[in-house]
């Protein structure tokens, strides 16, 4: 998965990038972004997923360099903006209107995303490493989607020509989440189930993640022995059984591990959720589709205490807490001004002590966020945070934050 700012600029990267690999006999998997699995048959084609809005025209010309069937059936793996909504671009002029499939929870998620447009603009916008400020303008982002005709439960078999779809709902990254296999061609395609990279099973802005379905979906795509797989993001594995069951099998283990010892740590006391976060022993894998590009282990844990404990951080003055200005100045003062705060945090920062220097420097900017040499302190940490982080989540969060602060603005 390349997730990345959603600039001109990188959309520009990800138009250069578009690889459309045939991986089967008349199957045909696009990377831009997010990947597009075509399947050619007698009655049209079947398309799984249908990439970033932005980039869909471009995957569409490349995949009509292969064939120019018109589109019979379209499937959603989930409905993330970059899966399910750049269907328009591959319709032919004069074709009949398409059957669209998902999980019938895809229609609740769509009502969700009309209901909170300005926060979901808001959070992407941050995500992506802007401010809420930035909502609606980062390129791809458009709504709406087209919505499916056709919903389904648990399972679902479809027979489009002389080609067999088996679609399975499983939660994971979403909780309408659909993967699916093809067994007349060998192929799995695994929607956001499999990314390439650390699952995103954490995202400390969005909605409840699954990991432990997620593990059991990975088990059960295993147990198909599939050979070709189509991941959601990232290269696909072309007749290799062996190594997709590798990559299964050890992304199934990374999420237990982390879900058995987040537990754990919870049954024993449910002491506050930074604690657990701190003190618990992540795995620390080698596999190359493990490595946390995107997402954490550390979020994981919270969206593990967050799906079995309440809201509540653990911290008995958390509970009713002060507003955040009111105790950003208490702090100050007892500290002696905000000039002794900031010297703190820049001896923080040059020890690179940082999650330390961050919390100081939050301080430092919600009591006296119109101090110039504040802002300048605050842009700098976080920057430094930025660029310290491996997980593109974080790093770009942190950016936000100090785009924030040279505004002299707290984060919001």
């Not at 019979?72 to 903006?81: D, E, N, Q």
């Not at 290269?235 to 237990?256: F, N, S």
């Not at 997402?295 to 507003?323: C, H, M, Q």
Request: net charge negative; hydrophobic share 35%.
């Amino acid at each position: 998965m390349s997730h990345a700012s959603m600039d001109a600029f990188a959309l520009d990267a990800f138009i250069e990038s578009i690889d459309c690999t045939t991986v089967a006999d008349g199957v045909h998997h696009c990377t831009a972004f997010s990947g597009v699995t075509a399947f050619e048959t007698e009655a049209g084609l079947v398309l799984v997923d249908t990439g970033l809005r932005a980039v869909a025209g471009e995957i569409a010309r490349m995949l009509r360099e292969k064939t120019d069937a018109p589109i019979h059936t379209a499937i959603y793996t989930h409905g993330h903006m970059d899966h399910a909504f750049g269907l328009e671009a591959y319709l032919k002029d004069d074709q009949e209107p398409p059957t669209v499939i998902g999980h019938e929870a895809i229609e609740d998620r769509f009502d969700r995303y009309e209901l909170t447009a300005g926060h979901n603009d808001s959070i992407n916008s941050r995500q992506f490493g802007g401010t809420a400020e930035d909502d609606g303008q980062q390129p791809g982002f458009g709504w709406p989607a087209q919505p499916p005709t056709t919903t389904y439960e648990d399972a679902l078999t479809v027979e489009v020509g002389e080609l067999t779809f088996e679609l399975q709902h499983g939660r994971g990254e979403t909780d309408d989440h659909t993967w699916l296999y093809c067994p007349e061609r060998d192929v799995v395609c695994s929607g956001d189930f499999v990314i390439t990279v650390a699952p995103n099973a954490g995202n400390p802005q969005k909605v409840q993640r699954y990991p432990t379905e997620w593990a059991e979906e990975l088990r059960k795509i295993l147990a198909v022995e599939p050979g070709t797989l189509c991941p959601g993001h990232g290269e696909p594995i072309v007749d290799d059984p062996d190594a997709i069951a590798t990559q299964l099998r050890t992304g199934a283990e990374y999420l237990d591990t982390i879900v058995d010892r987040t537990i754990e740590l919870l049954n024993d006391g449910a002491p506050p959720h930074v604690d657990i976060v701190t003190e618990i022993e992540l795995p620390e894998p080698d596999e190359p589709w493990l490595q946390e590009v995107y997402d954490t282990g550390e979020f994981i844990v919270r969206n593990v205490i967050r799906r079995y404990g309440g809201w509540w951080s653990g911290r008995p003055s958390e509970l009713k807490p002060a507003p955040r200005g009111d105790l950003a100045a208490e702090i100050v003062r007892l500290a002696g001004g905000v000039d002794r705060v900031l010297d703190r945090v820049e001896t923080l920062t040059a020890e690179d002590e940082l999650r330390r220097a961050c919390h100081l420097a939050d301080f430092a900017l919600e009591a006296t966020p119109n101090n110039e040499q504040v802002r300048t302190v605050v842009v700098d940490v976080y920057e430094r945070r930025a660029e310290r982080a491996d997980d593109l989540m974080s790093k770009n969060i942190y950016a936000s934050a100090g785009a924030y602060a040279s505004e002299g603005r707290r984060f919001r």
